[in-house]
């Protein structure tokens, strides 16, 4: 692993129209899921943090914490891949956060992943040609970890809602990594899912 560790990369641009209004801005237990990601990601181990913003984008802004570096996606509203190809070229270019080999790409709407299923993606040997995806009772899902030798194809790649998903798919080289035991993978996109993991997280 580089000194600089793995950058933490969150989507976080979408408009939530299922949920009635932008996810980043929606709040359990008083915190804006945003933070509540961002503060995942930093307490599993990643570093530096950088989150893409569309949807009232100047409103998610006022609440990240310091730090944290906030990329616009300027055409956000065509789909999530639009936030994964602005995310990876800031990564990619000469700018702060240039420097990781690898990032771990992160959703606004899973509040049931946790700091502990991050820490396993980014344990060990993290170069750039790493690629992980957080496995749950075997099925594949999010988090997923990119080395930076994946990023131009996977920008590539990543179009309307999909995100790497095809890429990903179609990798041999995906390594999974058991999070079943220690988080939760289900996105929080409507106003019913939202009170379920509510409800079951105060139990």
């Not at 820490?119 to 496995?135: E, K, S």
Request: proline share 7%.
């Amino acid at each position: 692993m580089t000194e600089r560790g793995v950058t933490g990369l969150l989507l976080a641009g979408g408009a939530g129209r299922r949920m009635g209004r932008p996810k980043a801005l929606v709040e359990i237990d008083g915190e804006p899921l945003v933070r509540r990601a961002l503060r995942v990601l930093a307490d599993g181990g990643c570093a530096p943090l950088v989150v893409v913003l569309g949807a009232a984008a100047d409103d998610v802004r006022a609440v990240l914490p310091a730090g944290v570096r906030a990329v616009e996606a300027p055409d956000w509203e065509s789909g999530m891949g639009a936030s994964l190809r602005a995310g990876l070229s800031a990564l990619g270019g000469a700018g702060p956060d240039a420097g990781s080999d690898a990032a771990l790409v992160h959703l606004v709407d899973l509040p049931g992943v946790t700091a502990e299923a991050v820490a396993r993606l980014v344990a060990g040997d993290v170069g750039p040609a790493a690629l992980r995806r957080a496995a749950y009772a075997g099925r594949l899902a999010h988090p997923v970890l990119l080395g930076r030798d994946h990023w131009p194809a996977v920008a590539g790649s990543a179009t309307g809602d999909a995100g790497a998903r095809a890429y990903l798919r179609d990798n041999p080289d995906v390594e999974p990594v058991e999070c079943g035991d220690v988080a939760v993978p289900d996105d929080v996109d409507t106003p019913e899912a939202l009170a379920r993991f509510t409800a079951q997280s105060s139990r």
